[in-house]
């Protein structure tokens, strides 16, 4: 009788900090939407977000009521869904390459973006028709494609497939930088540099709903896969032992993982660090079980984008740093710790 007690209070648990977390969420999003040269009150975010579902109708200053659906709200949420798209797709790579230092670009996913990013603003691919975050997309693909025909796709093992991540980081790394010091002036060369590292100064809403669909989307196809997963841990034999197709996961997972980075990499640009040190982090509290620790690693990876986009504003006076300015100060000390850990002899 004590082992079902047990599972129970575990399941209770595990559902009590969900809870916790999404209300965390909500509190963290107010406070991001009433930071910055015009503060707001949580309580106005509040009514003004309920006025808009019909829930209330309280009278507000029209200007905050501007500030709040016009910016900053939207600029939250989308934060709130790149954090846990990335952090999503750092605990798949983790478990698909049984690596614990793997993070969504090491398949060159980012530096693929880059490259397709600097086509369009300083080579003017597209005469205008193509937009930056489309161009991103496009190189993005381009870099996991190219990725997917040297580790042989399907076939490919782990190790084979860091090594060709590798490959194409340089690759793509090389031609950003090669068309930036030979096409770009000063002006360009400074407007992609500062995308690169990071920013949600340009989303609203339309970027909040092709994220939240898609973040969202591969977020219950990953549950669906969350026992494949675990097999994973044990590595391809095993897997294919326990009855699973490897080659249809692996490519099926890499493939989510590939939209989700792409998409968020398109629109606000190369924020590192979260998918590596937010799965970690989650798998503290959970465990190592996928059908808790990827819903975790959602959670927690929207705060920590939430509260980073936070500490970009109100860091510097009067200046917002990229964003990926600050995932790297928190996650170089913690990818340190995971090196020393790691490296440690048993």
Do not use: K
């Amino acid at each position: 009788m004590t082992a079902p007690i047990s599972v129970i209070r575990q399941g209770a648990l595990f559902v009590a900090l969900l809870f916790a977390s999404f209300l965390a969420i909500a509190i963290v999003i107010g406070l991001s939407v009433g930071i910055g040269d015009l503060p707001i009150p949580l309580s106005t975010t509040w009514f003004a977000v309920t006025n808009q579902l019909g829930w209330t109708s309280v009278s507000l200053n029209r200007i905050h009521e501007a500030v709040i659906w016009d910016y900053r709200l939207s600029r939250a949420l989308v934060a709130a869904f790149c954090g846990a798209g990335l952090a999503l797709s750092g605990a798949i790579m983790q478990a698909l390459l049984r690596n614990p230092l793997a993070e969504p670009y090491v398949l060159g996913i980012s530096a693929g973006a880059s490259t397709g990013a600097v086509a369009i603003v300083i080579l003017g691919i597209g005469a205008g028709a193509v937009s930056l975050s489309a161009g991103a997309f496009a190189g993005a693909f381009a870099a996991f494609i190219f990725v997917a025909l040297l580790s042989s796709g399907t076939r490919g093992g782990a190790d084979r497939t860091i090594l060709a991540g590798v490959a194409a980081s340089q690759l793509f790394n090389a031609a950003t930088s090669y068309i930036v010091t030979t096409s770009g002036n000063a002006q360009q060369a400074r407007d992609v540099m500062f995308w690169l590292l990071g920013s949600f100064g340009g989303v609203r809403w339309p970027e909040f709903t092709l994220v939240s669909m898609v973040v969202g989307l591969a977020l219950v196809a990953c549950l669906l896969y969350a026992r494949v997963l675990d097999a994973f841990a044990f590595g391809d034999e095993a897997a294919a032992a326990l009855g699973v197709n490897v080659g249809r996961a692996r490519l099926t997972l890499f493939s989510l993982t590939a939209v989700m980075t792409a998409t968020i990499v398109s629109m606000v640009g190369s924020i590192g660090f979260v998918g590596l040190v937010v799965p970690h982090a989650a798998r503290f509290v959970v465990g190592s079980l996928h059908s808790r620790l990827l819903p975790t690693c959602a959670v927690v990876g929207a705060i920590f984008m939430v509260l980073a986009d936070i500490a970009s504003r109100i860091l510097i006076p009067q200046q917002v740093l990229p964003i990926g300015v600050v995932t790297a100060l928190v996650g170089v000390p913690f990818f340190s710790v995971i090196l020393f850990r790691f490296g440690r002899p048993s």
